[in-house]
């Protein structure tokens, strides 16, 4: 039995966390901070980064400890398990994060410079097919992931990027404007809530067994073992997150003053990787856009696979659900990626504070030993709020309930959960402190 991972394999294990987290909504969301932050860019980086690398970090180490995430939300219940965790894997599957991630680089990165004469549907069908036949290839020996991304496929992407870094430094168009829209008004929370975009926070309830079979991979079986290098390769890769989300909002912000026009942060990079070098930003911005989606898409890919297998029993096998998953997101990608956009918002507002409930309460159950009551009681109330605000973003509105909800103190930051969150907390934990009394009233 060994217990421990070589240098060489820890790292390429942390590499490749990076990797897995480091996809389309995290290369094109910080330098759009930047952009519209401007001159407060450094204190919504912050706070973006607490639920853009905290909390991923945190849902990878939790996850690794509870085993799966079945086992933290059948914490709660098993029809929430199942209901709930369906819910994460297609969303960030082939219902959402995958064909995103799958139609994002062709949108932002080969579309714009494709000839007139050429089919633009038909060109994303093409590039679109290479893009997951090759994520597929990968699939198909999930145990050679640390190799194939941690050795090469990452550090070509981390390479490229602070390339593109470098070459604004050294250009230095110094063009920060002062902060704009939301920004304007309250820059930390606009900046903590863009990192739900990101979607990484709900990919970790999926990475976190990943991680732990690639440290497995390597012979290493002692389950403590496991969890300690989870925390350890976890706390490397969030150091390199951080690190390229302030490469990128750098980015956006010193090139404010050129990029006035730019909607998104993929229109931000491909004005600033021409301006910076030309024709060739071209190609360096397509190689960054399919690489960070492809490391992405890959682990994916895996999770939900391996996840369905486990669900049917193996009676359907891990390789017959990447063909299915794979087919099916590359089919929902060439609806193109405006009308899976449209779709992101209410369902990340449905499930990222849940997410995020489920983390802290696997985080702190051994210091309080939570009862199935409280467990309940907690992820019930924020799953109802939560679901009724993310209704209301698509303007359905419930009779009473809605207008009771958005009465909610932090409602309107869209945080109107986390105060109902803390008193069902107290009550929670009120009444594991009634029933121990009662036990011994009755002994």
Known sequence: M??????????????MLFGLFFGAGNLIFPPLLGKQAGSSAFQSLIFFGITAVVFPILGVVCVAKTKGLSNLAGKVDKYFAIIFTTMIYMAIGPGLGIPRAGSLPFEMAVAPFLPENVSVNLSRLVYTFVFFFVAYLVCLKPSKLVSRMGKFLTPSLLLLITIM???VLFKNPNAVTSPVGDYANSSTVKGFLEGYNTMDTIAALNFGLVISLAIKSFQVEDENKVVGYTVKVGLVSGAFLFVIYAMLAYIGMTTSGLTENAKNGAEILTTVSQYVFGKFGIVLLASIFTLACLTTCIGLITSISKYFEGLTKEKVSYSKWIIFWTLASFLVANFGLNTILKVSVPVLIAIYPVSITLILLGLTEK??????????????VVTFIAVVESLQSVNINLPLITNLVSRLPLYNLSLGWVIPMIIAWFIGLSSKVLESKSDKVFE
């Open 367 to 380: 210091y309080f030993s939570y009862n199935k009551f409280t467990y309940r009681l907690i992820c019930y």
């Open 165 to 167: 870094f470098l070459g």
């Open 2 to 15: 060994k217990n421990n991972l070589s240098k060489q394999q820890f790292f390429s294990v942390a590499i």
